[in-house]
Nanobody, 126 residues
Framework: QVRLIESGGDVVQTGGSLRLSCAAS????????MAWFRQAPGQAREFLAG????????SYADSVKGRFTFSKDNSKSTMYLQMNSLKPEDTALYSC???????????????????WGQGTQVTVAS
């Protein structure tokens, strides 16, 4: 059974930083796409960053480009999201996702991912 467990969410002041982690278990994920999404209350789930399969190709949403950095450690089946220069509008529930069958053009669609974590809350105080 595949499980994704996020950690690292917290309350932080504007301009602060956080590092989220997502540990995957129950499968082999080196050939899968791994990504981070977030969802604020009343809003749709938003793609933030991800790495397509084992290509090393990483994509970012414009809203976080230059502030957030995606990384992963295949030896630990863990992905990370380093978040800097946080803003109040970054407040949301952050979730990691793994998709093992998606194609590059569908990487930003949440429906492309089979496995999801439960989410970790990030709150940025103004």
């Amino acid at each position: 059974q595949v499980r994704l467990i996020e950690s690292g969410g917290d309350v932080v002041q504007t301009g602060g930083s956080l590092r989220l982690s997502c540990a995957a278990s129950g499968g082999t994920f080196t050939q899968c796409t791994m990504a981070w999404f977030r969802q604020a209350p009343g809003q749709a789930r938003e793609f933030l960053a991800g790495s397509f399969r084992d290509t090393g190709r990483t994509s970012y949403a414009d809203s976080v480009k230059g502030r957030f950095t995606f990384s992963k450690d295949n030896s630990k089946s863990t992905m990370y999201l380093q978040m800097n220069s946080l803003k109040p509008e970054d407040t949301a529930l952050y979730s990691c996702a793994v998709g093992c069958r998606l194609i590059l053009s569908s990487m930003r669609a949440d429906t492309s991912y089979e496995y999801w974590g439960q989410g970790t809350q990030v709150t940025v105080a103004s």
